[in-house]
């Protein structure tokens, strides 16, 4: 798959002949997005039924602009040479625990083979003068797609069901912060025990706020955590201020000193963060910060804004990602960084970046 197209249909989505079945709406980030399998490999992308990408009979197709431009029209679509179809909808999702708790409303399929969880759906940053602006955590809640704390033994039954019927590869564990020194690192600690306890061998990838005690992070190490996700989002100082008013409070000294604790606890390259192009931070700026964050060991997930519906992005900024052509000349800069220093996603046990499906960074080879 070429960096081209992967960008391409990042921004400006795909649409399908069939549906998608496996979608994300809400939630804490970074996309509402739908699950395709693009050339071999999970991706979430918008579904747009405007967008000149079809994913139709298992391949993906380009508008030629000839035609009359419905998924049906043989002329109005050529072939890109890559495979493409809707991830199946999981069979777990049609179980229910023994308290009558649906299991999709304790975790969801990311991308083709990752179960992803937010252990407390409510955060102490979701006053509007606090809340990331491209975050709705407890927009799913209010609509009843989710609990607000899911239990450990809750969670261990999800990962055996969806290992044993759906062949999910590893685990995404995050949290909303909570007013806690450990900002709800103990609790995602508990639930990794019991994952690890139900399913020995299941890598899992934990995501939290820099805690107050760094002790915290060691604890998440000895429950089982395979990778850590500590993410700042944007490196600029003014952008954070702007997009996370909460979370900016939190220095970026202290993101350093999390971050280096964590690759002393995990090791190089099982350490990520989020950086989200398209916030108004200037792009060699990301793109040399990017490379400051790798020489630490620690991979950054380089991600195009796409404004998610309910958060204040949307309702108040009417924010837009960025230009294809700015997010594929990062990506590039970036993975070739990557590469160089041997920080692959391949290398990565469990998470965000092991996944890939909401960056290009795969397609660039890193």
Not at 154 to 168: F, N
């Amino acid at each position: 798959m070429s960096l081209e197209t992967r960008v391409a249909v990042a921004i400006r989505g795909v649409r399908t002949a069939t549906g998608v079945p496996v979608n994300r709406r809400g939630g804490a980030g970074p996309s509402d997005d739908g699950h395709v399998r693009l050339g071999g490999r999970g991706a979430a992308l918008p579904i747009d039924p405007t967008s000149p990408y079809l994913v139709r009979d298992g391949r993906l197709l380009r508008s030629t602009g000839c035609g009359d431009g419905s998924t049906s029209d043989p002329e109005a679509w050529v072939d890109t040479g890559l495979e493409a179809e809707a991830v199946a909808r999981p069979r777990f999702y049609d179980l229910v625990t023994a308290d009558g708790v649906r299991y999709d409303q304790l975790a969801r399929l990311h991308g083709a083979d990752v179960l992803a969880t937010t252990v407390v759906q409510t955060c102490i940053r979701y006053a509007e003068d606090q809340r990331c602006r491209f975050c709705s955590i407890e927009e799913s809640l209010r609509a009843g797609a989710t609990t607000a704390v899911k239990r450990p033994e809750q969670l261990a039954e999800v990962a055996e069901a969806a290992v044993r019927l759906d062949g999910v590869r590893q685990v995404v564990m995050t949290t909303g912060t909570s007013n806690g020194r450990d900002r709800g690192a103990r609790h995602v600690a508990r639930c990794v025990r019991a994952v690890k306890e139900a399913v020995p061998g299941l890598p899992v990838q934990v995501q939290v706020e820099p805690p107050e005690d760094l002790g915290a992070l060691a604890e998440l190490r000895a429950a089982g955590a395979d990778s850590l996700g500590i993410h700042v989002e944007s490196l600029d100082d003014d952008v954070r201020r702007r997009w996370m008013p909460g979370k900016a409070t939190v220095s970026l000294e202290r993101y350093r000193e999390a971050w280096a604790e964590g690759v002393r606890l995990f090791g190089r390259n099982q350490v990520s963060t989020y950086l989200i192009l398209g916030l108004g931070e200037d792009p060699d700026e990301l793109v040399t910060g990017a490379s400051e964050l790798a020489a630490m060991g620690v991979y950054p997930f380089v991600v195009p804004f796409r404004p998610i519906a309910g958060t204040l992005a949307v309702d108040v900024d009417g924010a837009r990602p960025p230009a294809p052509e700015v997010l594929a000349d990062v990506t590039a800069r970036v993975a070739a960084d990557l590469r160089a220093r041997g920080m692959l996603s391949s290398g990565q046990k469990a998470g965000c970046a092991a996944c890939g499906a909401c960056s290009a960074l795969q397609a660039a080879g890193a």
